[in-house]
C-alpha cells in the first residue's frame, strides 16, 4: 500500500470473515445520518463495491434551491481543506463527502417556476462529511474499516483517534443488543389531498397524485408539444402514495431481495428515509475520466430465456425506444462538452440490452475527460439532473414536467452520491426509489414520452417499472 505521508494515511482495519453489508448496514443504524451504498446486484464492473458510513462529522443542508446560488459553496470548502491519503488497492470511496441530491435543486443552475404541491417538504440537499467507512470489494470477497481521525472542530487527521474510531464501530458490529427504532418510523400523519386510489392487485391503500384519465391527457399535452416544436421528449411521472405499514428495516431489507440493483442504497437522515434500487448511474469520475451510462427504453421482462431474447430484439428494434436513448445520448453529450476537454466527449457504448430484476432496458454509456481547472462539484453544476429523466431540450422540458406534474418530485430523480478525499465520484439517479416520511412511502415511476408515444402504454410502462418496487410494500 502507498504510505507516501504516513501522517495522512488512514487506519484500516480488515474484516475477517467478510460480514454480510445489509447486516452491518443494520447494526449501525442506529447512528447518526446512515448512508448505505448497496451493491446488492453483483457486476463485476457496475456492482462491485458497497459501502456503509454513518456519524458525519458536519452536514451540509439546503431546505429549497433559489436560482443563482452556489448550494455547494460551504461543503465544497471545507472538502478542499481534506489532506488526505489515498490508498490505491482500497475500494475508491475512503471517507469524504456523501448524501442526497434532489429533483429541485435544479432551480439553482436553470430557473424553473416550481409548482408542484410539496406535502412533504424534504430538503433539496442534504449532505455529510464522513471520517469513517466500512468498505466492500464483492470481487475480491473482502472488506475494511477505513477511518482518518477528523474531527468536527479539525479536518486534520489523528491516527490515534481513528484507532478509536475503528474501536467503537468494531464494538458495534459485535454486540447482540437490537438497534434502536429509526426515526423515519412513525404513523401515516393526515394529508390535505388522499389522491386517487389505484386498484393494483394486493395493495389496496394505493394511491397516486394523476387519475388514469389525468395521466393519459397530460401524456397528450406533452404530444402536442412535440408537435409544436417545443421539445422532442419529455419525461412525465406519477407519484404513488402508500402508509408506512412497517419499520423501513424490513421495507428496504424486502426491496434489495425483490428487486437487488446495481446502484441500490439506503439513507436515514433525520426524520426521513430513502432507500433505493436504482439501476441507474449518473455521473463517475475516475482520475479525471468522467462516464455516465443513460437509460432510455423499457420492456417488462419474459417468464423465459426465449421470451427475454424476444424482448431484447423488441427493445433493439423499436424505432420508438431507439430514438428516445438517442435524443437523450446527444442531451448528455452535450452536457459533459461544458465541463470535458474538447474531443474527449464520446458515446462508448449506444443501446445496449441490459437486463434487471423486472424488466429490461436500452442503456448507453457516454465518456469524457474533465478540463484541468473542473472537478466534480463543476460536474453536477453543468449537468444536475440527468437528462434521462428530464427530456430534451432539457430546460423546456423542466418547466413542462413543473407545468404536468401536479407534486413535486423530491428525491425522485435527484441523486445519491459520494465524492471521495482523492475526488473519485460516483452517483445514481434516484429512481426506483422510495422517498419516506411521515409515515408515507413515495414511489414515483414515469417515461419518456415522444411523438409516438401512446398515452395507454405510457401508463401502463410506469406500473411495469414499479412492479419491484411495489412487491416490496407487501409484507
Not at 437528462?387 to 413543473?402: D, Q
Amino acid at each position: 500500500m502507498n504510505d507516501s505521508d504516513a501522517s495522512t494515511t488512514p487506519v484500516v482495519h480488515e474484516l475477517s470473515p467478510t460480514p454480510d453489508p445489509w447486516k452491518v448496514c443494520q447494526q449501525l443504524a442506529h447512528r447518526d445520518g446512515l448512508i448505505f451504498f448497496d451493491s446488492a446486484l453483483r457486476h463485476a464492473e457496475l456492482g462491485r463495491y458497497s459501502f456503509v458510513m454513518a456519524s458525519p462529522l458536519r452536514k451540509y443542508e439546503l431546505e429549497t434551491a433559489t436560482h443563482g446560488q452556489d448550494p455547494f459553496e460551504t461543503v465544497r470548502e471545507d472538502f478542499a481543506k481534506l489532506k488526505l491519503t489515498h490508498i490505491q488497492e482500497l475500494p475508491p470511496f475512503q471517507g469524504g463527502i456523501a448524501g442526497m441530491l434532489g429533483y429541485e435543486l435544479n432551480n439553482c443552475f436553470e430557473k424553473i417556476d416550481l409548482q408542484g404541491v410539496d406535502e412533504f417538504q424534504m430538503p433539496v440537499m442534504a449532505v455529510g462529511l464522513y471520517d469513517w467507512v466500512i468498505a466492500w470489494d464483492h470481487e475480491q470477497n473482502r472488506s475494511w474499516i477505513i477511518a482518518h481521525g477528523l474531527s468536527q472542530e479539525s479536518l486534520t487527521p489523528d491516527q490515534s483517534k481513528a484507532r478509536q474510531t475503528i474501536e467503537a464501530i468494531l464494538a458495534n458490529l459485535s454486540s447482540t443488543t437490537p438497534t434502536e427504532t429509526w426515526r423515519c418510523d412513525q404513523p401515516p400523519v393526515k394529508l390535505k389531498d388522499s389522491g386517487h386510489p389505484i386498484e393494483y392487485k394486493d395493495l389496496p391503500q394505493l394511491q397516486s397524485d394523476f387519475s388514469r384519465d389525468a395521466y393519459l391527457k397530460s401524456v397528450e399535452q406533452v404530444i402536442e408539444y412535440i408537435k409544436a416544436g417545443d421539445i422532442f421528449q419529455t419525461n412525465l411521472s406519477q407519484r404513488l402514495l402508500h402508509p408506512l405499514t412497517d419499520p423501513v428495516r424490513d421495507l428496504y431489507g424486502r426491496l434489495r431481495t425483490v428487486n437487488p440493483a446495481t446502484y441500490g442504497g439506503l439513507m436515514l437522515w433525520d426524520d426521513w428515509a430513502i432507500a433505493s434500487a436504482s439501476p441507474e448511474q449518473f455521473m463517475e469520475v475516475r482520475e479525471n475520466n468522467v462516464e455516465t451510462r443513460p437509460i432510455k427504453g423499457t420492456r417488462r421482462r419474459g417468464l423465459s430465456p426465449e421470451a427475454e431474447l424476444y424482448t431484447g430484439d423488441e427493445l433493439r428494434e423499436s424505432a420508438k425506444e431507439m430514438a428516445e436513448n438517442v435524443m437523450i445520448t446527444d442531451l448528455l453529450r452535450n452536457d459533459l462538452s461544458r465541463v470535458c476537454q474538447p474531443g474527449t466527449v464520446h458515446t462508448s457504448e449506444l443501446c445496449r440490452v441490459e437486463t434487471y430484476a423486472t424488466v429490461q432496458h436500452l442503456v448507453s454509456v457516454v465518456r469524457g475527460l474533465l478540463k484541468p481547472e473542473h472537478d466534480a462539484w463543476n460536474l453536477l453544476s453543468a449537468t444536475f439532473p440527468g437528462g434521462s429523466i428530464t427530456g430534451a431540450p432539457k430546460v423546456r422540458a423542466m418547466e413542462i414536467i413543473t407545468e404536468l406534474e401536479p407534486t413535486a418530485r423530491g428525491p425522485y430523480c435527484g441523486s445519491l452520491f459520494y465524492l471521495g478525499h482523492d475526488g473519485s465520484f460516483d452517483s445514481n439517479i434516484l429512481i426506483r426509489s422510495f422517498a419516506i416520511k411521515n409515515g408515507w412511502i413515495q414511489c414515483r415511476v414515469g417515461g419518456g414520452i415522444t411523438a409516438k408515444s401512446s398515452p395507454a402504454a405510457e401508463y401502463e410502462e410506469t406500473f411495469h417499472k414499479a412492479e419491484g418496487m411495489l412487491r416490496a410494500l407487501k409484507k
